[in-house]
């Protein structure tokens, strides 16, 4: 069984920048497309970015498109969130998942698409 572990959050001005990362350890191999969604106080947890098993293909959801950058080094059997432009709605528990059934083509967008969750990291952007 994999497990996802996230670090990189923290405090940090609007404007400014964190990267996270979100190293899985375990049975690896059999991990395909990899995503972050996010949770802010008394909202759903929703989508940020995926990325495919061969680091090939991304989607992002559209509040973060041409600020945030999913990349992924499997050497390392990691994944990162690199956060530009931070602004005080992007505060929010950041959470790493891992699909670990075949890829179908979609976005990996859903809850439902993945498998395995880490334990989140938190992101505070003050204003």
């Known amino acids: 069984q994999a497990q996802l572990l996230e670090s990189g959050g923290g405090l940090v001005q609007a404007g400014g920048s964190l990267r996270l990362s979100c190293a899985e350890s375990?049975?690896?191999?059999?991990?395909?497309?990899m995503g972050w969604f996010r949770q802010a106080p008394d909202k759903e947890r929703e989508f940020v970015a995926a990325i495919d098993r061969n680091g090939a293909l991304t989607y992002y959801a559209d509040p973060v498109k041409g600020r945030f950058t999913i990349s992924r080094d499997g050497a390392k059997n990691t994944i990162y969130l690199q956060m530009n432009g931070l602004r005080p709605d992007d505060t929010a528990a950041y959470y790493c998942?891992?699909?670990?059934?075949?890829?179908?083509?979609?976005?990996?967008?859903?809850?439902?698409?993945?498998?395995?969750w880490g334990q989140g990291t938190q992101v505070t952007v003050a204003s």
């Open positions: 998942a891992a699909r670990t059934r075949n890829e179908y083509g979609g976005t990996y967008a859903r809850l439902t698409d993945y498998d395995y």
């Open positions: 375990g049975r690896t191999y059999n991990t395909y497309a």
